[in-house]
Nanobody, 121 residues
Framework: QVHVVESGGGLVQAGGSLRLSCVAS????????ISWFRQASGKGREFVGA??????HYGDSVKGRFSISRDNARNMVYLQMDSLKPEDTAVYYC????????????????WGQGTQVTVSS
């Protein structure tokens, strides 16, 4: 059984920062990618970034503003979001699995419940 839990969402003003956390437990998740996606109201799920071991990838819309770090010993991944914009408002999801490529949400088997991030202008 695999469990994925996100935390750390909230309300922040434009230009501010938030840090999201994700913990994945069970089976061999230490060997899997742990990734972040987001979904704004009325839109599809967008790739934010992925971490597998020491290999980290970012979606184009967040490069230079968001950073991902991974604690492999605890199967935790952190999403540091800086210079936030109103268009970053979305539900942020953490997912884990063995997808290739990382950016396709339909390839992930395990998802968290999501955490709301709201950026006010």
């Amino acid at each position: 059984q695999v469990h994925v839990v996100e935390s750390g969402g909230g309300l922040v003003q434009a230009g501010g920062s938030l840090r999201l956390s994700c913990v994945a437990s069970g089976r061999t998740v230490n060997l899997w990618a742990i990734s972040w996606f987001r979904q704004a109201s009325g839109k599809g799920r967008e790739f934010v970034g992925a971490a597998k071991g020491n290999d980290i990838h970012y979606g184009d819309s967040v490069k230079g503003r968001f950073s991902i770090s991974r604690d492999n010993a605890r199967n935790m991944v952190y999403l540091q979001m800086d210079s936030l914009k109103p268009e970053d408002t979305a539900v942020y999801y953490c997912a884990t699995g063995t997808p290739v490529p990382y950016s396709r949400p339909q390839l992930y088997a395990y998802w968290g419940q999501g955490t709301q991030v709201t950026v006010s202008s």
